[in-house]
């Protein structure tokens, strides 16, 4: 009966570790696609606007080009892709406590000393705990998307 409750813990930590490391996969995918376009787009316009301002002779368009150039090296000063890293880094981080916490589940026999396995859980949901504690929240929007995956069978 203890081991149940010790393979019903270690299932929890995997479950949740599961859809963590998913939804911060799916953060990390659209973090850096927004950081990338935040210096691209802007940089586009400031090349596009430069052009008009030395061929269309207006400074409307010399100050389009001013902004936009500004804003694009902000954006890459400031590192746009961080963020894209940093959920990265937590994605990899679940992924592998959770294959830690399957190959403890694999060797979990009805035999077990139930104090070592009680010790066992506790580690690994110390561990869990730990990656949690210093996270970066991640948008509801991933988490929603890494939701569907996962229940389509996309992602396991």
Request: proline fraction near 2%; hydrophobic fraction near 45%.
């Amino acid at each position: 009966m203890q081991i149940d409750a010790v393979k019903r813990q270690l299932e929890a930590i995997h479950e949740n570790c599961l859809y963590s490391a998913q939804a911060y996969f799916e953060a990390s995918k659209r973090a850096e696609l927004w950081g990338r376009l935040m210096v691209f787009i802007p940089a586009c316009a400031s090349a596009v606007s430069g052009f008009m301002a030395a061929f269309g002779n207006r400074t409307f368009w010399g100050g389009i080009a001013a902004v936009a150039g500004a804003v694009a090296a902000t954006a890459s000063f400031l590192g746009t892709t961080k963020k894209s890293s940093d959920f990265l880094v937590s994605a990899r981080s679940y992924t592998v406590l959770r294959h830690k916490v399957k190959l403890e589940l694999q060797f979990l026999s009805t035999e077990a000393d139930y104090a070592e396995m009680r010790r066992l859980v506790e580690d690994l949901n110390n561990e869990y705990t730990q990656i949690v504690s210093t996270d970066i929240p991640v948008p509801n929007r991933s988490f929603d998307l890494a939701s569907r995956r996962i229940e389509e069978g996309a992602a396991s």
